[in-house]
T-cell receptor, first 116, second 109 residues
């Protein structure tokens, strides 16, 4: 396994359209995370899954955003009725969670979304 | 909520120089992570720290977990042009990571 992959790498859409991004984590990892990053800022947490269960959602995740991880493997992030403020880099990360220290998160290359 | 403050915001140095940057928090973290991000790419994990006072190296990079557990430091020795990028510190909060704003490093050959 070569790491976390994301598709597409770039997406340009018009305001009001729906977009969907896919993330494939490192295969043995049970946790999958979505972050959003705008220019000049660090990544901001959106949501995360342990296996197929969505364990936490940020207040940043408005009702236009939905994420799924139906079989505990890949995940999708959908944004409905996109707005210009949604333009950002969307990052996916994965980790193999266990109690105790560790649980480093490994990031994919990101999907750059531009809403016109 | 928890916030991480990184300093300096940016650095412009000559190739071969050593670099030092830090990250401070208003609250305690049990783990500190340092990532590097190149333009248009995702962050890459450089070093993970798990114990107060711990000093860990990865090649020319050395990071320390502050004794108070509210800060961490990253040093890069003998910088080279490929060290250019944005360096982020991060700490876990109930599973998710909290990131600093980043330190942008530019290296002049």
């Amino acid at each position: 396994d070569t790491g976390v992959s994301q598709d597409p790498r770039h997406k340009i859409t018009k305001r009001g359209q729906n977009v969907t991004f896919r993330c494939d984590p490192i295969s043995e990892h049970n946790r999958l995370y979505w972050y959003r990053q705008t220019l000049g800022q660090g990544p901001e947490f959106l949501t995360y899954f342990q296996n197929e269960a969505q364990l936490e959602k940020s207040r940043l995740l408005s009702d236009r955003f939905s994420a799924e991880r139906p079989k505990g493997s890949f995940s999708t992030l959908e944004i409905q009725r996109t707005e210009q403020g949604d333009s950002a880099m969307y990052l996916c990360a994965s980790s193999q969670w266990a109690s105790g220290p560790g649980n480093e998160q490994f990031f994919g290359p990101g999907t750059r979304l531009t809403v016109l | 909520g928890q916030q991480l403050n990184q300093s300096p915001q940016s650095m412009f140095i000559q190739e071969g120089e050593d670099v030092s940057m830090n990250c401070t928090s208003s609250s305690i973290f049990n783990t500190w992570l340092w990532y590097k991000q190149d333009p248009g790419e995702g962050p890459v994990l450089l070093i993970a720290l798990y114990k107060a006072g711990e000093l860990t190296s990865n090649g020319r990079l050395t990071a320390q977990f502050g004794i108070t557990r509210k800060d961490s430091f990253l040093n890069i020795s003998a910088s080279i042009p490929s060290d250019v990028g944005i360096y982020f510190c991060a700490g876990p909060n109930t599973g998710k990571l909290i990131f600093g704003q980043g330190t942008t490093l530019q290296v002049k050959p």
